[in-house]
């Protein structure tokens, strides 16, 4: 994921769990993952990056798209109830 040495050291291999010993694996690692990433399990981290880039970008854009919708809509209905 990662094509840079140090850039690799401190993103890629995540960091040190003091509690437990072990170092946690990054997200963009095989074997590592977050809360919600990666989205379709363990063979998304097997696509190229600049696949992954896009396709989240555009989910992203996708979200903030719905948010303007929704803030629209609002904003109507506050004009509407104000005037």
Known sequence: CCHDILWRRIVCVGKMDETLGVAER???VPGGGGLLLPLFG???QTWPRELRVVLYL???LW???GVAIIADVF???IEKVTS
């Open 26 to 28: 990054a997200i963009c």
């Open 42 to 44: 363990e063979g998304e």
């Open 58 to 60: 555009l989910g992203l």
């Open 63 to 65: 979200c903030f798209m």
């Open 75 to 77: 904003m109507a209905a």
